[in-house]
């Protein structure tokens, strides 16, 4: 299998990697991961880190992965934050909208026109923050009751960290989910609207890529539904028992990017 996933790897034009347990957890660098990095841009790949996480800017992104060890220009960084706000900007131009969330999230927002709004808005949007608390979510309660509709950055439920797992943005939402009876609406992986778009900009066709991910309800499954090469690496939150838990499968199961640099022998 090693020749036949070495020789696959240097025929696929185009790679997509998710961040979060695939690149890094919390502020460690995931071993192999400078070395793969190194290789994309030796034999001139096209590749981008598409990620639910809606914390950061592709430019902060940037910065985290330069104090980590790597130089990445923040073009090859699409977030759900991105998605997000494009999707609204479709949706609603010149909506308004509630959020819970982090820079990454407002700033994408407000680049699209977003304002914000805890009044009257047309969304109340949801992703990761550091800041979840009591008043927001019955803020977020008030406001869909009296019509505002329900967004998701993108459905995780959890993330890896260097500490262990923790919760994530559908961890945030359901409790507001639960009270006012209403279904966010979810932008990330593994909806279309955030694959079409990270595809358009990898530049390459769905049948030159590999997605490279660490989960099956995400990252696998937008991969399989987007016709790409998937890469299942068990350095986040999927594992090899948990895998058994789903009606499909990915092509590859990796310990983790340093698998994949020991198939291309670049140590």
């Not at 020749?3 to 502020?27: P, S, T």
């Amino acid at each position: 299998m090693k020749e036949e996933l070495k020789e696959l790897m240097k025929a696929k034009k185009g790679f997509i990697c998710d961040m979060d347990g695939v690149i890094y957890h919390g502020n460690r660098l995931l071993p192999g991961v400078i070395e793969f990095v190194n290789w994309l841009y030796a034999e001139d790949k096209n590749f981008l880190f598409l990620t639910n996480s809606s914390e950061r800017s592709p430019i902060e992104l940037k910065e985290k992965l330069n104090r980590l060890g790597l130089e990445i220009d923040e073009s090859h960084f699409y977030t759900s934050a991105l998605a997000t706000a494009k999707f609204l900007k479709d949706q609603c131009p010149g909506g308004s909208a509630y959020v819970i969330g982090e820079p990454g999230l407002l700033n994408a927002l407000y680049d699209a026109g977003i304002t914000m709004n805890n009044v009257n808005p047309d969304y109340v949007i949801v992703g990761e923050t550091h800041n979840y608390n009591y008043a927001s979510i019955l803020q977020a309660v008030k406001l869909i009751q009296k019509g505002a509709k329900l967004i998701g950055t993108n459905p995780d439920l959890t993330g890896p960290t260097e500490e262990g797992v923790i919760p994530a943005c559908r961890a945030f939402v359901a409790p507001i989910e639960l009270v006012t009876g209403k279904e966010a609406y979810y932008i990330g992986k593994p909806n279309p609207l955030m694959m079409r778009t990270g595809i358009k900009r990898l530049g390459v066709h769905s049948e030159d890529t590999v997605i490279i991910g660490d989960r099956m309800d995400t990252d696998i499954v937008a991969g399989i539904e987007s016709g790409l090469t998937t890469f299942l690496v068990l350095s986040g939150v999927s594992t090899h028992e948990t895998v058994d838990n789903f009606p499909y499968r990915p092509d590859y199961i990796l310990t983790g990017i340093d698998e994949i640099v020991s198939v291309l022998e670049l140590r």
